[in-house]
Antibody, heavy 126, light 110 residues
Framework: QLQLQESGPGLVKPSETLSLICTVS??????????WGWIRQPPGKGLEWIAT???????YYNPSLKNRVTISEDTSKNQFSLKLKSVTAADTAVYYC??????????????????WGQGTLVTVSS | QSVLTQPPSVSGAPGQRVTISCTGS?????????VHWYQHLPGTAPKLLIY???NRPSGVPDRFSGSKSGTSASLAITGLQAEDEADYYC??????????FGGGTKLTVL
């Protein structure tokens, strides 16, 4: 059974960099059938896609966050990570990592998140 | 303001049928991109309910169904149960904004 687990600091100071790691078990992030991504949910608000990475190293970012965010992978540890720099209170949210399946005939555009981690709350505050 | 528009809330009595709409535009749903639906209970991980507009992952009851037409999509839930009370989100692809979610709909079972 595939499992994803987010880890990282629960409190980050304004202007600093938020760093999270997603550890995947029960499956390989090098599997070409899947993408891997980060999604967040600010308190009282809806879900927001942040970034996605493919096993080849291709990365995709939310345009509204692109200048501040980096997604990367460590296949030797079966992990992928998120870095969000220059954070403000608006970045306070529950951060989820997830696996994205897709229709082979359609490709990346059809991706949907079929397995999710439990989420980790990150608060930006001094 | 979400790119995909959902009603903030819907409600229904046990056993009834409810639908949740997801309205997009020509840059996302109207461009032919697939719509997916998630169920989210507070404090838990979101659960994939429908993918590729109308497909159910294994384990999802057939009480849940999805459809798409033009620039909109819908999630229908029949035989409403108390355990269906949750937040529901649609998701698609937008050629300007990449991957997008709807604002979410809170389903209340009366």
């Amino acid at each position: 059974q595939l499992q994803l687990q987010e880890s990282g600091p629960g409190l980050v100071k304004p202007s600093e960099t938020l760093s999270l790691i997603c550890t995947v078990s029960g499956g390989s992030i090098s599997n070409s059938r899947y993408y891997w991504g980060w999604i967040r949910q600010p308190p009282g608000k809806g879900l927001e896609w942040i970034a996605t990475i493919y096993y080849s190293g291709s990365t995709y970012y939310n345009p509204s966050l692109k200048n501040r965010v980096t997604i990367s992978e460590d296949t030797s540890k079966n992990q992928f990570s998120l870095k969000l720099k220059s954070v403000t209170a608006a970045d306070t949210a529950v951060y989820y990592c997830a696996r994205a399946g897709y229709d082979i005939l359609i490709g990346y555009f059809s991706a949907y998140f079929d397995y999710w981690g439990q989420g980790t709350l990150v608060t930006v505050s001094s | 303001q979400s790119v995909l528009t959902q009603p903030p809330s819907v409600s229904g009595a046990p056993g009834q049928r409810v639908t949740i709409s997801c309205t997009g535009s020509s840059s996302n749903i109207g461009a032919g991109y697939d719509v997916h639906w998630y169920q989210h209970l507070p404090g838990t991980a979101p659960k994939l309910l429908i993918y590729g507009n109308s497909n159910r992952p294994s384990g999802v009851p057939d009480r849940f169904s999805g459809s798409k037409s033009g620039t909109s999509a819908s999630l229908a839930i029949t035989g409403l149960q108390a355990e269906d009370e949750a937040d529901y989100y649609c998701q698609s692809y937008d050629y300007r904004l990449r991957r997008v979610f709807g604002g979410g709909t809170k389903l209340t079972v009366l």
